[in-house]
């Protein structure tokens, strides 16, 4: 079972820039494919980006792509997500999620576990 850990959210002005970190804590698989979901008040929770458990493969949702850079840490299993050119619209709870598998994972039903949020939200 893996515990995921997220940290780095926060109160941002419009424009401005936030680091999330996720750490992985377990006993499973040495490496795993993660990825960064969000859900804003009375929304779904929608996929924001994935990264393979090398992280030579990585993916965006439209919505943030060219803003939010996914990518690996040197630890095991830990994964960031850059968002620079912050909107009021990305204001959510984010969610970090990890997979056991090594390929880049898009749906959130192939995640297996899941960290409890960091709430980011951006002011206008």
């Known amino acids: 079972q893996e515990h995921l850990v997220e940290s780095g959210g926060g109160l941002v002005q419009v424009g401005g820039s936030l680091r999330l970190s996720c750490a992985a804590s377990?006993?499973?698989?040495?490496?795993?494919?993660m990825g960064w979901f969000r859900q804003a008040p009375g929304k779904e929770r929608e996929y924001v980006a994935g990264?393979?458990?090398?992280?030579?493969?990585?993916h965006y949702a439209d919505s943030v792509k060219g803003r939010f850079t996914i990518s690996r840490g040197t630890t095991r299993n830990t994964v960031y997500l850059q968002m620079n050119s912050l909107k009021p619209e990305d204001s959510a709870v984010y969610y970090c999620?990890?997979?056991?598998?090594?390929?880049?994972?898009?749906?959130?039903?192939?995640?297996?576990?899941w960290g409890q949020g960091t709430q980011v939200t951006v002011s206008s």
């Open positions: 999620a990890a997979g056991d598998n090594e390929q880049l994972l898009l749906l959130s039903n192939e995640y297996d576990y």
């Open positions: 377990g006993r499973t698989r040495l490496s795993m494919a």
């Open positions: 990264i393979s458990a090398s992280g030579g493969s990585t």
